[in-house]
């Protein structure tokens, strides 16, 4: 079967069939850009990111869902996570026959398929019922998910120095070590770990050197060991001590805002590696008690609906304001933290707003 599998995806590039496929996934926003296409999640993920789903075109169809932290998949792992709601990649294996049968037969490839996919019927009075099944799964595959744990010694395989790149960005000699900063010779990338809530590496996450990046067909970012984001929060190890003591988290979408935050004595701050909250996160947070405020710190182009969307997670009993920039003080897409601290000061001081949810 694996010749096959090659060539439908060669097939699908030639007849440009991942918009069908995308469309027949039920995502939405799908757009193209130069080497790939971008789509926002099915309704029933929840994810408000229309670029969380991205499918590039080449050989592979090499495939990532950005806000779930899977960026080792092709399209038939896509097909098997968003279709068949399947979330760990041994059941995706086992998986390929039928992730194979269900794009031959939405993309009409019937000399490679032997038998047509079709759906169960759900009675519609039922409905409903099949969506608290999936909710109730998708619950059961969170509450048994461990990322695995890496040696230290892992990080001796890189050079384990601070960047120019990363002090010319604003993060200092200090913060850099702090946050074990260093580079990676073979893949050309500044890299940093990722801990889980108990201080333990779980990933290197590797950030390219090059500008060009698009131009190079390279993600700007990239895990260097798969694992699952959805059940982790950057910084957060270091960062619990200051949250208790505060009783308040500021909640970012990107590592590299943690650091500079911290750098700046900001430290009861986390990162969620992307712009959606999943519920393993928010049941962290919501671990640490409930006199813990909640400060939602997103990049400048996030919507307030997509704010509101963040905040409700954490229920009507919880403080949770946002840092909103009202004023204009940021550029499209800027993060909290590129305009220097004397403007962070500003917005955390003068810009915080409560989140009626």
């Not at 074990?180 to 390219?208: A, C, M, W």
């Not at 919501?286 to 400048?300: F, L, P, R, S």
């Not at 403080?319 to 909103?324: D, E, I, Q």
Request: proline share 2%; charged share 30%.
């Amino acid at each position: 079967m694996s010749n096959d599998l090659q060539e439908i995806k060669k097939r699908i590039l030639e007849d440009d069939g991942v918009r069908a496929l995308l469309e027949a996934m039920e995502c939405s926003y799908i757009e193209k850009k130069n080497n790939r296409y971008e789509a926002q999640l099915p309704l029933k993920f929840d994810s408000p990111n229309k670029r969380s789903v991205q499918v590039y075109l080449n050989e592979s169809l090499s495939s990532r869902i950005r806000t779930l932290g899977e960026s080792d998949i092709d399209i038939y792992g896509l097909v098997s996570y968003i279709v068949h709601e399947l979330y760990t990649e041994e059941e995706r294996q086992k998986n390929l026959f039928k992730a194979k049968r269900w794009i031959c037969d939405t993309l009409g490839y019937t000399d490679y398929s032997n038998q047509s996919y079709s759906p169960k019927p759900v009675m519609e009075h039922l409905k409903w019922l099949k969506d608290v099944k999936r909710q109730r799964k998708r619950k059961r595959e969170l509450s048994h998910l461990e990322n695995q744990i890496y040696d230290e010694s892992i990080l001796s395989q890189y050079i384990m120095y601070p960047h120019q790149k990363y002090l010319e960005e604003g993060i200092n000699y200090e913060t850099q070590l702090e946050f074990q900063v260093g580079y990676d010779l073979k893949s050309q990338r500044i890299i940093f770990p990722i801990h889980n809530r108990f201080g333990e590496i779980v990933s290197i996450k590797g950030r390219t050197i090059y500008e060009d990046y698009e131009q190079r067909d390279i993600y700007k970012f990239m895990y260097l060991y798969n694992f699952n984001k959805m059940i982790e929060l950057f910084n957060f190890h270091r960062a619990a001590y200051y949250i208790l003591e505060k009783k308040e988290i500021i909640i970012y979408e990107g590592e590299k805002t943690a650091m500079i935050s911290s750098q700046w004595g900001y430290r009861n701050c986390v990162s969620i590696s992307g712009d959606d909250l999943s519920e393993w996160q928010v049941k962290m947070i919501k671990e640490m008690g409930n006199d813990i405020q909640v400060v939602i710190a997103m990049d400048k182009d996030k919507s307030v609906e997509s704010i509101k969307k963040q905040a409700a997670k954490f229920g009507k009993t919880r403080s949770v304001f946002a840092l909103w920039d009202k004023d204009n003080l940021f550029a499209d897409r800027d993060s909290p933290c590129d305009r220097g601290e004397a403007v962070f000061a500003e917005l955390y001081n003068d810009y915080r707003f409560r989140v009626q949810t």
